[in-house]
């Protein structure tokens, strides 16, 4: 069992959890994930590590509360256990001394982008930060991502904060003014990355980009988190979570997330007819009607 040492709630259903795992806390490295199991009738599913403390033994997990075991998850409170963590999985992040970097977070992608900034910076680079998302609200880790940052530009959908826009609006604004890109790093949602991945490639600027297909034993045995990279089938779960971004078929990876819609949606219902259904978990899925 797991101990949940801090709970947090950053904005609307999006949560910050301190958890006891001092193995994978002295593990992991940017760019790599875990995979949890909350109870013996739940399912396992990934999450990226945002943060460790190898000292206390600790890793931060940040994640939006989007379906059945996530909205389970956030009803659990500080001094809870998890029956199940595996990691630290998936290849770290390719770290060295490119340059000038630009990190661009989308949304939750905020969370995974925030232990490669501090990886990147600390290898040498310069290092300019992208965050953005729907709203004002929304908009995760601005703090941390200007601390660990040469330079933080921040964008929200709506306009309700900074500016009005997205993340690849601000990129192209970086790259008509000339500054010298080596590398662009992009995580969030697959429009954004794909959106992204479009700008780059006219300037043949190399972009990486971390892929959230489903995955279920998230160590290469089941392949349901399969990929086509560069006309190639990789898994995320072995082969990634990162690739090259101009290799991605986006189109594909966005077909095969909606491929449990009509699942996804009866384990909601199920649940939230359970009473393993909290206060606070009816309270986010009111949120999501």
């Given at each position: 069992?797991?101990?949940i040492v801090?709970?947090e709630?950053l904005s609307?259903?999006?949560y910050?959890?301190?958890?006891?795992?001092?193995?994978?806390a002295r593990?992991r490295k940017?760019?790599q994930f875990?995979a949890i199991?909350l109870d013996e009738?739940?399912e396992?599913?990934?999450?990226?590590?945002c943060?460790?403390?190898?000292?206390?033994g600790?890793l931060?997990?940040?994640y939006?509360?989007?379906?059945k075991s996530?909205?389970q998850f956030?009803?659990?409170q500080a001094?809870d256990?998890?029956?199940d963590?595996v990691?630290?999985l998936?290849k770290?992040t390719?770290i060295?001394?490119?340059?000038?970097v630009?990190?661009i977070g989308?949304?939750?992608?905020v969370?995974?982008v925030?232990p490669?900034v501090q990886?990147?910076?600390?290898a040498?680079?310069?290092?300019i930060?992208i965050i953005?998302?729907?709203?004002?609200?929304l908009?995760?880790?601005?703090?941390e991502?200007?601390?660990?940052?040469?330079?933080?530009?921040?964008t929200t959908d709506d306009?309700?904060?900074i500016?009005k826009g997205f993340v690849?609006?601000?990129?192209?604004?970086?790259i008509?003014?000339g500054?010298k890109?080596d590398?662009?790093v992009?995580?969030?949602p697959?429009?954004m990355m794909?959106v992204v991945?479009?700008?780059?490639?006219e300037?043949?600027l190399?972009t990486?980009?971390s892929l959230?297909?489903?995955?279920l034993?998230?160590?290469?045995?089941?392949g349901?988190?399969?990929?086509?990279?560069?006309?190639?089938t990789?898994?995320?779960?072995?082969?990634?979570?990162?690739?090259d971004?101009?290799?991605?078929?986006?189109d594909e990876?966005?077909?095969r997330l909606?491929t449990?819609?009509?699942?996804?949606?009866?384990a909601?219902?199920?649940y939230?007819?359970?009473?393993?259904?909290?206060?606070?978990?009816?309270?986010?899925l009111?949120?999501?009607?």
């Open positions: 069992m797991y101990k801090k709970r709630e609307s259903c999006v910050r959890f301190e958890i006891e795992a001092p193995l994978i593990a940017p760019g875990v199991r009738q739940g396992r599913f990934p999450l990226t590590i943060d460790a403390d190898p000292l206390k600790t931060t997990l940040i939006q509360s989007v379906g996530t909205v956030a009803g659990l001094g256990s998890i029956l963590i990691g630290p998936g770290p390719h060295e001394k490119f340059g000038s630009v990190c989308g949304g939750i992608g969370a995974p925030y490669i990886g990147m910076k600390r040498g680079n310069k290092v930060s953005g998302a729907r709203t004002k609200d908009l995760i880790l601005e703090n991502m200007r601390a660990a940052s040469d330079a933080l530009l921040v306009g309700s904060y500016r690849s609006d601000v990129l192209k604004e970086i008509a003014r500054d890109i590398l662009v992009a995580i969030g697959v429009p794909r991945c479009n700008v780059t490639r300037y043949n190399k990486m980009v959230n297909p489903i995955m034993d998230a160590t290469g045995m089941c349901v988190c399969r990929v086509t990279v560069g006309g190639k990789q898994f995320a779960c072995v082969d990634g979570p990162e690739f971004g101009h290799l991605v078929d986006f990876l966005a077909k909606r449990y819609l009509t699942e996804e949606k009866r909601m219902e199920h939230r007819g359970s009473p393993r259904c909290t206060d606070l978990a009816r309270e986010a009111k949120q999501e009607k």
